[in-house]
Protein backbone atom coordinates (compact mmCIF):
# COMPACT_ATOMS: atom_id res chain seq x y z
CA UNK A 1 0.00 0.00 0.00
CA UNK A 2 2.36 2.12 0.83
CA UNK A 3 4.90 1.45 -2.38
CA UNK A 4 1.63 2.55 -4.12
CA UNK A 5 1.27 5.54 -2.51
CA UNK A 6 4.10 6.62 -3.24
CA UNK A 7 4.71 5.38 -6.91
CA UNK A 8 3.68 8.55 -8.60
CA UNK A 9 6.15 10.70 -6.02
CA UNK A 10 8.79 7.87 -7.36
CA UNK A 11 8.14 7.80 -11.02
CA UNK A 12 8.30 11.54 -11.24
CA UNK A 13 12.17 12.29 -10.38
CA UNK A 14 13.12 9.14 -12.47
CA UNK A 15 11.48 10.83 -15.64
CA UNK A 16 12.63 14.25 -14.74
CA UNK A 17 16.39 12.78 -14.19
CA UNK A 18 16.01 10.13 -17.10
CA UNK A 19 14.76 11.54 -19.69
CA UNK A 20 17.37 14.29 -20.38
CA UNK A 21 20.18 12.45 -19.07
CA UNK A 22 19.49 9.65 -21.54
CA UNK A 23 18.88 12.67 -24.34
CA UNK A 24 22.08 13.89 -23.58
CA UNK A 25 24.05 10.41 -23.69
CA UNK A 26 22.83 9.90 -27.07
CA UNK A 27 23.51 13.07 -28.31
CA UNK A 28 20.56 15.49 -28.62
CA UNK A 29 20.92 19.26 -27.59
CA UNK A 30 18.60 19.40 -24.39
CA UNK A 31 18.36 22.70 -23.52
CA UNK A 32 17.34 23.56 -26.79
CA UNK A 33 14.75 20.22 -27.50
CA UNK A 34 13.06 20.86 -24.66
CA UNK A 35 12.51 24.11 -25.12
CA UNK A 36 11.52 23.67 -28.64
CA UNK A 37 8.88 20.94 -27.07
CA UNK A 38 7.65 23.28 -24.39
CA UNK A 39 7.12 26.24 -26.96
CA UNK A 40 4.78 23.16 -28.85
CA UNK A 41 3.14 22.70 -25.20
CA UNK A 42 1.94 25.92 -24.83
CA UNK A 43 0.57 26.38 -28.02
CA UNK A 44 -1.58 23.36 -27.57
CA UNK A 45 -2.94 25.14 -24.38
CA UNK A 46 -3.75 27.87 -26.28
CA UNK A 47 -5.69 25.81 -28.53
CA UNK A 48 -7.78 24.84 -26.38
CA UNK A 49 -9.37 27.58 -24.86
CA UNK A 50 -12.14 28.53 -27.23
CA UNK A 51 -13.49 24.88 -26.41
CA UNK A 52 -13.40 25.17 -23.08
CA UNK A 53 -15.19 28.34 -22.41
CA UNK A 54 -17.50 27.34 -25.15
CA UNK A 55 -18.00 23.81 -22.45
CA UNK A 56 -17.74 25.64 -19.10
CA UNK A 57 -20.12 28.36 -19.76
CA UNK A 58 -22.74 25.63 -21.12
CA UNK A 59 -21.64 23.69 -17.78
CA UNK A 60 -22.17 26.28 -15.86
CA UNK A 61 -25.58 27.54 -17.13
CA UNK A 62 -26.94 24.26 -16.77
CA UNK A 63 -25.30 24.59 -13.02
CA UNK A 64 -26.12 27.76 -11.95
CA UNK A 65 -29.52 27.85 -12.65
CA UNK A 66 -29.98 25.05 -10.30
CA UNK A 67 -31.23 22.58 -13.82
CA UNK A 68 -28.73 20.62 -12.28
CA UNK A 69 -30.14 20.04 -9.05
CA UNK A 70 -33.37 19.44 -10.71
CA UNK A 71 -31.87 16.53 -12.91
CA UNK A 72 -29.67 14.93 -9.86
CA UNK A 73 -33.50 14.52 -8.05
CA UNK A 74 -35.28 13.14 -10.82
CA UNK A 75 -32.25 10.94 -11.65
CA UNK A 76 -32.67 9.68 -7.98
CA UNK A 77 -36.02 8.82 -8.87
CA UNK A 78 -34.89 6.32 -11.35
CA UNK A 79 -32.15 5.24 -9.32
CA UNK A 80 -33.55 4.47 -6.33
CA UNK A 81 -35.04 1.37 -7.13
CA UNK A 82 -31.15 -0.07 -6.87
CA UNK A 83 -30.83 0.97 -3.53
CA UNK A 84 -28.21 3.58 -3.96
CA UNK A 85 -28.69 6.16 -1.69
CA UNK A 86 -29.95 9.29 -2.56
CA UNK A 87 -26.66 11.31 -0.68
CA UNK A 88 -24.16 9.92 -3.41
CA UNK A 89 -26.91 10.56 -6.97
CA UNK A 90 -25.02 14.33 -6.99
CA UNK A 91 -22.00 12.70 -7.10
CA UNK A 92 -22.81 10.55 -10.35
CA UNK A 93 -24.56 12.71 -12.06
CA UNK A 94 -22.02 15.63 -11.67
CA UNK A 95 -19.34 13.59 -12.12
CA UNK A 96 -18.95 13.25 -15.65
CA UNK A 97 -20.14 16.69 -16.50
CA UNK A 98 -17.32 18.79 -13.36
CA UNK A 99 -14.45 17.37 -11.40
CA UNK A 100 -14.46 20.11 -9.12
CA UNK A 101 -18.33 20.09 -9.06
CA UNK A 102 -18.36 16.46 -7.62
CA UNK A 103 -15.14 16.71 -5.30
CA UNK A 104 -17.51 19.59 -3.44
CA UNK A 105 -20.05 17.37 -3.16
CA UNK A 106 -17.90 14.27 -1.72
CA UNK A 107 -16.01 16.34 0.74
CA UNK A 108 -19.62 17.71 1.95
CA UNK A 109 -20.53 14.28 2.50
CA UNK A 110 -17.45 13.26 4.10
CA UNK A 111 -17.65 16.03 6.32
CA UNK A 112 -21.49 15.71 7.58
CA UNK A 113 -21.18 12.19 8.01
CA UNK A 114 -17.22 11.13 8.21
CA UNK A 115 -14.84 9.32 5.86
CA UNK A 116 -14.91 6.21 7.21
CA UNK A 117 -18.86 5.63 7.57
CA UNK A 118 -20.20 3.50 5.00
CA UNK A 119 -21.63 6.35 2.83
CA UNK A 120 -18.40 8.35 3.05
CA UNK A 121 -16.55 5.44 1.62
CA UNK A 122 -19.40 4.73 -0.98
CA UNK A 123 -18.93 8.52 -2.18
CA UNK A 124 -15.26 8.00 -2.06
CA UNK A 125 -15.29 5.21 -4.31
CA UNK A 126 -17.85 7.24 -6.91
CA UNK A 127 -15.72 10.02 -7.16
CA UNK A 128 -12.58 8.25 -7.63
CA UNK A 129 -14.13 6.01 -10.07
CA UNK A 130 -13.98 7.39 -13.44
CA UNK A 131 -12.22 11.18 -14.93
CA UNK A 132 -14.58 13.70 -15.83
CA UNK A 133 -15.75 12.85 -19.40
CA UNK A 134 -17.09 16.22 -20.52
CA UNK A 135 -13.35 18.02 -19.49
CA UNK A 136 -11.75 14.99 -21.29
CA UNK A 137 -13.65 15.21 -24.47
CA UNK A 138 -13.50 18.70 -24.94
CA UNK A 139 -9.63 19.57 -24.41
CA UNK A 140 -8.27 16.32 -26.50
CA UNK A 141 -10.59 16.95 -29.77
CA UNK A 142 -10.17 20.71 -29.01
CA UNK A 143 -6.48 21.00 -29.00
CA UNK A 144 -6.55 19.23 -32.58
CA UNK A 145 -9.49 21.36 -33.66
CA UNK A 146 -11.97 19.04 -34.18
CA UNK A 147 -15.46 20.50 -33.57
CA UNK A 148 -17.23 16.72 -34.38
CA UNK A 149 -16.95 14.48 -32.10
CA UNK A 150 -18.79 11.92 -33.47
CA UNK A 151 -19.90 9.39 -30.71
CA UNK A 152 -16.41 9.90 -27.98
CA UNK A 153 -19.13 11.30 -25.26
CA UNK A 154 -21.94 8.70 -25.66
CA UNK A 155 -19.16 5.73 -25.26
CA UNK A 156 -17.36 7.97 -22.12
CA UNK A 157 -20.37 8.31 -20.33
CA UNK A 158 -21.89 5.06 -20.78
CA UNK A 159 -18.43 3.71 -19.83
CA UNK A 160 -19.11 5.88 -16.68
CA UNK A 161 -22.17 4.75 -15.83
CA UNK A 162 -20.67 1.09 -15.86
CA UNK A 163 -17.86 2.32 -13.73
CA UNK A 164 -20.56 3.45 -11.15
CA UNK A 165 -22.66 0.60 -10.80
CA UNK A 166 -19.13 -1.63 -10.24
CA UNK A 167 -18.07 0.74 -7.60
CA UNK A 168 -21.85 0.42 -5.88
CA UNK A 169 -21.37 -3.24 -6.24
CA UNK A 170 -18.18 -3.23 -4.69
CA UNK A 171 -19.39 -0.79 -1.73
CA UNK A 172 -22.54 -3.26 -1.15
CA UNK A 173 -20.11 -6.18 -1.28
CA UNK A 174 -17.55 -4.63 1.24
CA UNK A 175 -19.98 -3.03 3.79
CA UNK A 176 -22.78 -5.70 3.78
CA UNK A 177 -21.14 -8.54 2.37
CA UNK A 178 -23.42 -9.40 -0.35
CA UNK B 1 -21.38 17.77 -28.97
CA UNK B 2 -23.68 20.46 -30.65
CA UNK B 3 -27.07 18.81 -29.12
CA UNK B 4 -25.42 19.03 -25.98
CA UNK B 5 -24.35 22.45 -25.95
CA UNK B 6 -27.60 23.56 -26.76
CA UNK B 7 -29.41 21.24 -24.44
CA UNK B 8 -26.98 22.59 -21.50
CA UNK B 9 -27.23 26.26 -22.20
CA UNK B 10 -31.52 26.32 -22.87
CA UNK B 11 -32.30 24.42 -20.06
CA UNK B 12 -30.32 25.84 -17.67
CA UNK B 13 -31.75 29.08 -19.30
CA UNK B 14 -35.29 28.29 -18.71
CA UNK B 15 -34.95 26.66 -15.88
CA UNK B 16 -33.80 30.10 -14.58
CA UNK B 17 -36.69 31.93 -15.85
CA UNK B 18 -38.94 30.32 -14.23
CA UNK B 19 -37.07 29.31 -10.53
CA UNK B 20 -36.63 33.29 -11.14
CA UNK B 21 -33.14 33.36 -10.47
CA UNK B 22 -31.47 34.70 -13.63
CA UNK B 23 -28.96 36.87 -11.77
CA UNK B 24 -27.52 34.21 -10.71
CA UNK B 25 -27.39 32.57 -13.79
CA UNK B 26 -25.83 35.50 -15.24
CA UNK B 27 -22.62 35.57 -12.68
CA UNK B 28 -22.42 31.64 -12.69
CA UNK B 29 -21.95 32.00 -16.57
CA UNK B 30 -19.32 34.89 -16.53
CA UNK B 31 -17.85 32.94 -13.56
CA UNK B 32 -17.79 29.60 -15.68
CA UNK B 33 -15.86 31.41 -19.04
CA UNK B 34 -13.27 33.29 -16.37
CA UNK B 35 -12.85 29.47 -15.19
CA UNK B 36 -11.66 28.17 -18.19
CA UNK B 37 -9.34 31.23 -19.13
CA UNK B 38 -7.62 30.69 -15.66
CA UNK B 39 -7.46 26.40 -16.03
CA UNK B 40 -5.77 27.62 -19.22
CA UNK B 41 -3.30 29.69 -17.67
CA UNK B 42 -2.19 26.83 -14.78
CA UNK B 43 -2.23 24.17 -17.05
CA UNK B 44 0.70 25.91 -19.43
CA UNK B 45 3.34 25.55 -17.09
CA UNK B 46 2.65 21.81 -16.68
CA UNK B 47 2.03 21.72 -20.43
CA UNK B 48 5.41 22.81 -21.24
CA UNK B 49 7.16 20.53 -19.16
CA UNK B 50 5.65 17.63 -20.27
CA UNK B 51 5.63 18.22 -23.64
CA UNK B 52 8.99 19.95 -23.41
CA UNK B 53 10.40 16.12 -22.08
CA UNK B 54 8.50 14.00 -24.40
CA UNK B 55 10.23 16.14 -27.06
CA UNK B 56 13.67 14.86 -25.33
CA UNK B 57 12.20 11.14 -25.27
CA UNK B 58 11.56 11.81 -28.97
CA UNK B 59 14.61 12.86 -30.55
CA UNK B 60 16.32 10.23 -27.68
CA UNK B 61 14.31 7.25 -29.08
CA UNK B 62 12.91 6.42 -26.00
CA UNK B 63 9.31 6.82 -27.24
CA UNK B 64 10.07 4.71 -30.18
CA UNK B 65 11.83 2.61 -27.57
CA UNK B 66 8.78 2.67 -25.66
CA UNK B 67 6.62 1.52 -28.65
CA UNK B 68 7.88 -1.02 -29.49
CA UNK B 69 7.42 -2.57 -25.82
CA UNK B 70 4.24 -1.83 -25.71
CA UNK B 71 2.67 -2.84 -29.21
CA UNK B 72 1.62 -6.39 -28.29
CA UNK B 73 -0.85 -4.69 -25.95
CA UNK B 74 -1.57 -1.77 -27.21
CA UNK B 75 -1.71 -2.65 -31.01
CA UNK B 76 -5.33 -5.13 -30.18
CA UNK B 77 -7.18 -1.21 -28.85
CA UNK B 78 -5.05 0.53 -31.64
CA UNK B 79 -4.99 -1.58 -34.75
CA UNK B 80 -4.96 1.86 -37.48
CA UNK B 81 -2.03 3.17 -35.71
CA UNK B 82 0.04 0.06 -34.20
CA UNK B 83 2.75 0.39 -37.25
CA UNK B 84 3.65 4.39 -36.30
CA UNK B 85 5.69 4.07 -34.00
CA UNK B 86 5.69 8.05 -33.01
CA UNK B 87 1.45 7.89 -32.69
CA UNK B 88 2.09 4.37 -30.76
CA UNK B 89 4.91 5.99 -28.66
CA UNK B 90 2.87 8.66 -27.20
CA UNK B 91 -0.19 6.93 -26.87
CA UNK B 92 1.53 4.52 -24.63
CA UNK B 93 3.08 7.25 -22.51
CA UNK B 94 -0.36 8.92 -22.23
CA UNK B 95 -1.67 5.56 -20.96
CA UNK B 96 0.77 4.79 -18.51
CA UNK B 97 0.76 8.44 -17.17
CA UNK B 98 -2.84 6.94 -16.88
CA UNK B 99 -2.51 5.06 -14.52
CA UNK B 100 0.20 5.95 -12.06
CA UNK B 101 -1.76 9.36 -12.05
CA UNK B 102 0.92 11.51 -13.25
CA UNK B 103 0.03 15.06 -14.03
CA UNK B 104 1.55 14.36 -17.52
CA UNK B 105 -1.77 12.44 -18.62
CA UNK B 106 -3.40 15.26 -20.34
CA UNK B 107 -0.42 17.32 -22.06
CA UNK B 108 1.22 13.47 -23.41
CA UNK B 109 -2.47 12.53 -23.96
CA UNK B 110 -3.21 15.89 -26.26
CA UNK B 111 0.18 14.89 -27.54
CA UNK B 112 -1.05 11.99 -28.58
CA UNK B 113 -3.94 13.70 -30.32
CA UNK B 114 -1.81 15.66 -31.99
CA UNK B 115 0.33 13.26 -33.76
CA UNK B 116 -2.75 11.15 -34.81
CA UNK B 117 -4.02 13.71 -36.26
CA UNK B 118 -0.95 14.74 -38.42
CA UNK B 119 -0.55 11.33 -39.74
CA UNK B 120 -4.31 10.14 -40.38
CA UNK B 121 -6.09 13.46 -40.48
CA UNK B 122 -9.63 12.78 -39.89
CA UNK B 123 -10.17 10.11 -41.60
CA UNK B 124 -11.78 6.80 -40.34
CA UNK B 125 -8.39 5.50 -38.84
CA UNK B 126 -7.48 8.59 -37.41
CA UNK B 127 -11.21 9.10 -35.64
CA UNK B 128 -11.07 5.30 -34.84
CA UNK B 129 -7.62 6.00 -32.85
CA UNK B 130 -8.56 8.88 -31.28
CA UNK B 131 -11.96 8.16 -29.89
CA UNK B 132 -10.15 5.30 -28.17
CA UNK B 133 -7.63 7.12 -26.51
CA UNK B 134 -10.46 9.51 -25.79
CA UNK B 135 -12.27 6.91 -24.08
CA UNK B 136 -9.13 5.02 -21.95
CA UNK B 137 -8.66 8.73 -20.17
CA UNK B 138 -11.89 9.70 -19.80
CA UNK B 139 -12.30 6.03 -17.83
CA UNK B 140 -9.44 7.20 -16.16
CA UNK B 141 -8.21 4.04 -14.88
CA UNK B 142 -5.84 4.50 -11.98
CA UNK B 143 -4.31 2.26 -9.45
CA UNK B 144 -3.83 5.32 -7.25
CA UNK B 145 -6.57 8.00 -7.38
CA UNK B 146 -4.18 10.75 -5.10
CA UNK B 147 -7.32 13.57 -4.89
CA UNK B 148 -9.86 11.58 -3.62
CA UNK B 149 -7.13 9.86 -1.00
CA UNK B 150 -5.74 13.12 -0.33
CA UNK B 151 -9.49 14.55 0.66
CA UNK B 152 -9.94 11.52 2.87
CA UNK B 153 -6.89 11.86 4.59
CA UNK B 154 -7.50 16.08 5.45
CA UNK B 155 -10.76 14.97 7.07
CA UNK B 156 -9.45 12.30 9.64
CA UNK B 157 -9.87 8.80 7.81
CA UNK B 158 -8.28 6.50 9.42
CA UNK B 159 -7.31 4.41 6.32
CA UNK B 160 -7.53 7.17 2.94
CA UNK B 161 -6.38 4.56 0.74
CA UNK B 162 -9.12 1.53 1.66
CA UNK B 163 -10.79 3.28 -1.82
CA UNK B 164 -7.95 2.81 -4.50
CA UNK B 165 -9.08 -0.60 -5.12
CA UNK B 166 -12.52 -0.27 -5.32
CA UNK B 167 -11.90 2.48 -7.79
CA UNK B 168 -9.40 0.69 -9.78
CA UNK B 169 -11.85 -1.65 -10.34
CA UNK B 170 -14.57 0.52 -11.07
CA UNK B 171 -12.37 2.56 -13.61
CA UNK B 172 -11.24 -1.08 -15.17
CA UNK B 173 -14.92 -1.49 -15.76
CA UNK B 174 -15.62 1.77 -17.26
CA UNK B 175 -12.68 1.61 -19.80
CA UNK B 176 -13.83 -1.92 -20.80
CA UNK B 177 -17.76 -0.48 -21.08
CA UNK B 178 -16.41 2.49 -22.68
CA UNK B 179 -14.60 0.52 -25.46
CA UNK B 180 -16.78 -1.88 -26.07
CA UNK B 181 -19.60 0.97 -26.86
CA UNK B 182 -16.55 2.82 -28.95
CA UNK B 183 -16.47 -0.64 -31.03
CA UNK B 184 -20.21 -0.85 -31.56
CA UNK B 185 -21.18 2.31 -32.70
CA UNK B 186 -17.75 2.82 -35.11
CA UNK B 187 -19.05 0.07 -36.98
CA UNK B 188 -22.78 2.13 -37.69
CA UNK B 189 -23.15 3.09 -41.09
CA UNK B 190 -23.20 6.75 -39.76
CA UNK B 191 -19.82 6.94 -38.87
CA UNK B 192 -18.00 7.79 -41.44
CA UNK B 193 -14.80 10.47 -41.87
Known sequence: MFFLANLGMYVFPIILIGVPLYAWVKGVPVYETFVKGAEEGLQVVINTLPYLVAIFVGISCFRGSGALDLVSRYM???????????EVLPIIVTRPISGSGSLGVTGE???VHGPDTSLGLLASILQGATDTSFYVVTIYFGSVGIRKTKHALPACLIGDLCGFLTGFIIWRLMVYGR | MNAVWLVLIISGCVVALLAGNVDVLMSSVLEGAYDAVELVIGLAGIFCLWVGIERLANESGLIDALARVS?????LLFPYVKDEDKIMGAISATIISNILGLSSQTPLGLKAMAEIKQIHGETYKGLHSMITLVVISAAGFCIFPSGVIALRAALGSRNPGIVAGPTAAAGFISTCAGLLVHRVLSKRPGFKP
Do not use: D, E, H, N
Open chain 1, 76 to 86: GRLLKPLGIPS
Open chain 1, 109 to 111: ILR
Open chain 2, 71 to 75: KPVLG
